[in-house]
């Protein structure tokens, strides 16, 4: 299996741009979900979805963030405009329902830095 | 709101030794704990969960959950420098089993 795919892997923007991060979740998994890490706050979740449909967004720092899934085996998180306080890790994870559902797996991340 | 704490360490501990990872949370209805490994510049994995009081041994790795006293810790045989990572500790509550995740101890292990 593929994993958990994001892109892109890296990106630095200025300041204002808009920026969008892509992940492709595992085939067959019902749940995604988008964390932000930081050193100062570690390994926050924003957003999860079930089955495409967003469950819960309240981790979603402010509106300049938004999150879409329109298909099983891809979703985006947005941020527009970007500011420098958004710089972090953002990873995309994916989860199976059923036994085993608890796991969560990681993609590689996309290493975020605006300026 | 739920909580999960850990040492931010860094622990150090010689090759060969135990490292012991400990890591409490808040919530009495706590239902799965989960230990992920991250190694730097990487995506945490998972690597020991365990659901009910006591002990589970996977290899090198132990897991031991007391939930009267509301803690989970992570023990590691024979530490190895490729041990050295962060290791962050996962809670799941009540119906839900979106975990909510520590900040995580930093291990390092030296020859």
């Known amino acids: 299996d593929a994993g958990v795919i994001q892109s892109p892997r890296h990106e630095v923007t200025e300041m204002g741009q808009e920026v969008t991060l892509r992940c492709k979740p595992i085939?067959?998994?019902?749940?995604l979900f988008w964390y932000r890490q930081t050193m100062m706050r570690g390994l926050e979740l924003l957003i999860y979805?079930?089955?495409?449909?967003?469950?819960?967004d309240s981790g979603m720092p402010e509106d300049r963030f938004s999150a879409k899934m329109p298909n099983a085996s891809f979703s985006t998180l947005k941020i527009q405009p970007s500011e420098p306080r958004d710089s972090a890790v953002y990873f995309c994870?994916?989860?199976?329902?059923?036994?085993?559902?608890?796991?969560?797996?990681f993609g590689e991340g996309s290493w975020l830095t605006v300026v | 709101q739920k909580e999960v704490e850990q040492n931010s360490g860094p622990l150090s501990v010689p090759e060969g030794a135990i490292a012991s990872l400990n890591c409490t949370y808040s919530?009495?209805?706590?239902?799965?704990f989960f230990w992920y490994r991250q190694y730097s510049g990487k995506s945490p994995e998972l690597i020991m969960s365990?659901?009910?009081?006591g002990d589970k041994e996977d290899g090198r790795f132990t897991a031991q959950l007391n939930k009267a006293s509301q803690y989970v810790s992570l023990l590691i045989r024979d530490s190895q420098p490729s041990d050295s990572a962060t290791y962050l500790c996962?809670?799941?509550?009540?119906?839900?089993?979106?975990?909510?995740f520590g900040r995580g101890t930093s291990l390092i292990v030296h020859p």
């Open positions: 085939s067959g998994h019902d749940y």
């Open positions: 994870a994916s989860s199976p329902t059923g036994q085993g559902r608890n796991t969560i797996y």
């Open positions: 919530d009495r209805v706590s239902q799965s």
């Open positions: 365990i659901y009910s009081n």
């Open positions: 979805f079930n089955n495409n449909v967003p469950i819960d």
């Open positions: 996962a809670v799941t509550s009540g119906g839900s089993y979106i975990p909510t």
